[in-house]
Nanobody, 115 residues
Framework: QVQLVESGGGLVQAGGSLRLSCAAS????????MGWYRQAPGKQREFVAV???????NYSGAVKGRFTISRENAKNTVYLQMNSLKPEDTAVYYC?????????WGQGTQVTVSS
């Protein structure tokens, strides 16, 4: 009965910015790490960023310095601020969260960066 709903994707020009949000709802008793993954056409899903319940963050080398992950525990929401976007950032972005000791995924949101 737990759901993750992403929003904020869209089309942006190279060098632009987007902010993704992922809100968790349902019967939530414990909340662990939250993160973002992405999958480009013809490629495997890859790790982008993660933030623990205590606020420790980690990023992939491809986005470090350009993307910032944050969370608002009171709203069960995680954000991904994406700056200096590149065409190679084009992908479907998925939210992931450890809730009630179960790993959940969102439905994905499309991010397209034009050159």
């Amino acid at each position: 009965q737990v759901q993750l709903v992403e929003s904020g994707g869209g089309l942006v020009q190279a060098g632009g910015s987007l902010r993704l949000s992922c809100a968790a709802s349902g019967s939530i008793f414990s909340f662990g790490a939250m993160g973002w993954y992405r999958q480009a056409p013809g490629k495997q899903r890859e790790f982008v960023a993660v933030i623990t319940s205590g606020g420790t963050t980690n990023y992939s080398g491809a986005v470090k310095g350009r993307f910032t992950i944050s969370r608002e525990n009171a709203k069960n929401t995680v954000y991904l601020q994406m700056n200096s976007l590149k065409p190679e950032d084009t992908a479907v972005y998925y939210c992931n969260a450890a809730i009630n000791s179960v790993n959940y995924w969102g439905q994905g949101t499309q991010v397209t960066v034009s050159s």
